[in-house]
């Protein structure tokens, strides 16, 4: 095939018959190379006779015409397309060549910002590697300032030791540093109130009247609870005394009063006060209830036993039972358990409440207690559940037996009243005397409540720590009364504890038979009221 440059004519004259002529020749050789034909002079040829020649015999001469004209036609087509051909090729040379400065302007821009992103990277990690080393100055800087300090503080104090060994006046020895640095982080209180009531000169009746106990009463207990309850000073702060400590468990007791004005009376935080609470009831618990809070042996249970038969004439018994509410807040699981329905009913307020169940001796002290079980449980089944029940079930209550309200059932060592209608006089005579001996259990249990005022209506004291918190009571209770402490002149708590039916009211035909018999020689012996027969 011949090359365009090789076939071009160079002569100037006709340009554009020559290049007619020149791309007539090059596309008739493509069109003979190529297996599409491209019939650029067969499309003449193709056309039909009657549009070749004249009708009517035109001759060459009349043809001749057209071949020019046809001619001229097709070399105007080719150009054009020539021309558009040319115009799209140079388009598509200035595309690509504007891509190309495109692209390469993109990948400039995206090395510049990889060399900005780099630059920042390095900087920030030399920020942070000066900041690490400036960080690591200072720690060991403070480490020597506090070695120094802590050095320094021991000479002092070697110093003021031997100050104050030489000095004769004990008075005149140097504050520790411990007091100079308390300031600086522990809020100062004024504990004016409790340093008037620890002090000799307090009268007696307005410390009696603000802790429930005289002064004596008061440091035996102090006495017994200092190893227990004391704590060392430290170099921060000196240790509060343990007669504040359990001043404030007896104050917040006796009065009930909140978290909030115990901190006030006291000088100390509201948190100190809850915390200094709970810790002086579980020694008071752990310490003081083994002595003062036990089941009567057999010396005392012989003692209780004439004491109660020559007061009532019921032989046999070691001491009257009750069961008495505790109000509480609702708790937070079970609420169903601790909703009292009938003290709702009574009260016409929503009520929860613990269980607190008690034997009582002749002198009014509390033998065994059984606290916690939820308020709505009724007594029998708190009995059931409690360690008094364990106790006789292993045959500790034999030969002797507890007085209860008409809320407990009849046992071998229960003895309650007669519930059933149309009663005999020698029943009611026995109804009596068994209600004499239980009013000992419930006068108990008044001054159980009048004495500890937070006992009267619900306490900040959280479930858990709410049984721990009655033992407590119930033993500085038992101290009071065995140092015959008397109550101010004041009205005692009224209880209101609604007495309810067990579900099986008797439950030993022994039982009911002794009952009529102690019942028959009431009567006959003269303890019920009927001397006259």
Not at 408 to 420: A, K, Q, S
């Amino acid at each position: 095939m011949r090359s365009p440059s090789a076939a071009r004519p160079s002569s100037g004259g006709g340009a554009a018959d020559d290049d007619f002529a020149f791309y007539y020749s090059f596309f008739q050789d493509a069109a003979a190379a190529s297996p599409l034909p491209l019939a650029l002079d067969g499309a003449v040829a193709a056309m039909p006779n009657n549009r070749r020649r004249k009708r009517g015999g035109d001759d060459d001469s009349a043809v001749a015409p057209i071949k020019d004209g046809s001619n001229n036609g097709r070399k105007r087509s080719i150009a054009t397309i020539i021309t558009s051909l040319a115009a799209l090729e140079a388009e598509g040379h200035a595309d690509s060549a504007g891509a190309a400065d495109a692209s390469r302007r993109e990948l400039a821009l995206l090395e510049s910002n990889a060399d900005n992103k780099s630059q920042a990277m390095m900087d920030y990690f030399a920020k942070m590697e000066g900041s690490f080393d400036a960080d690591a100055d200072s720690e060991a800087a403070a480490r020597s300032k506090r070695s120094r300090l802590s050095a320094s503080a021991a000479a002092v104090a070697v110093v003021a030791g031997e100050e104050a060994a030489t000095n004769t006046a004990a008075s005149a020895s140097p504050p520790r540093a411990g007091h100079h640095q308390r300031r600086l982080w522990v809020k100062d209180r004024s504990q004016a109130w409790w340093d008037q009531c620890n002090s000799p000169d307090f009268p007696e009746a307005e410390f009696r009247r603000a802790f429930r106990m005289g002064r004596e009463t008061f440091d035996m207990i102090c006495e017994a609870l200092g190893s227990a309850v004391a704590k060392e000073d430290t170099m921060l702060r000196a240790a509060i005394p343990v007669r504040q400590r359990v001043a404030v468990c007896i104050w917040r007791l006796a009065t009930g009063e909140p978290l909030r004005l115990v901190s006030k009376r006291f000088g100390l935080g509201i948190s100190t006060c809850h915390k200094l609470v709970l810790e002086v009831c579980g020694a008071i618990k752990s310490v003081l209830m083994p002595r003062f809070l036990q089941w009567p042996d057999e010396a005392a249970a012989g003692r209780f036993k004439e004491g109660f038969e020559r007061s009532f004439g019921v032989p046999g018994v070691i001491g009257a039972m009750y069961t008495t509410h505790i109000p509480i807040i609702a708790p937070k699981i079970s609420v169903a358990a601790y909703f009292n329905r009938r003290h709702t009913e009574r009260n016409q307020k929503t009520s929860y409440s613990i269980t607190l169940q008690g034997v009582v001796g002749p002198d009014r002290a509390f033998t065994d207690v059984c606290i916690g079980w939820p308020g709505s449980m009724p007594d029998d089944q708190v009995l059931e559940k409690s360690m008094l029940h364990q106790r006789a079930a292993a045959g500790m209550m034999h030969d002797a037996c507890l007085v209860g309200g008409a809320s407990y059932p009849l046992m071998d060592w229960v003895l309650v009243p007669y519930t059933h209608q149309n009663l005999t006089w020698t029943q009611h005579a026995f109804n009596e005397k068994v209600g004499d001996i239980r009013n000992v259990a419930v006068e108990a249990f008044a001054r159980l409540k009048t004495r500890w005022a937070c006992l009267q209506k619900r306490t900040e004291v959280k479930l858990q720590d709410l049984p721990v918190v009655l033992g407590a009571c119930c033993v500085l209770h038992n101290i009071c009364e065995m140092r015959r402490e008397e109550l101010e002149p004041e009205v005692p708590f009224a209880l209101f504890d609604d007495d309810t039916s067990p579900e099986t009211p008797v439950r030993s035909e022994t039982a009911k038979q002794e009952r009529d018999s102690i019942a028959h020689n009431l009567l006959h012996r003269g303890f019920a009221g009927t001397t006259f027969f």
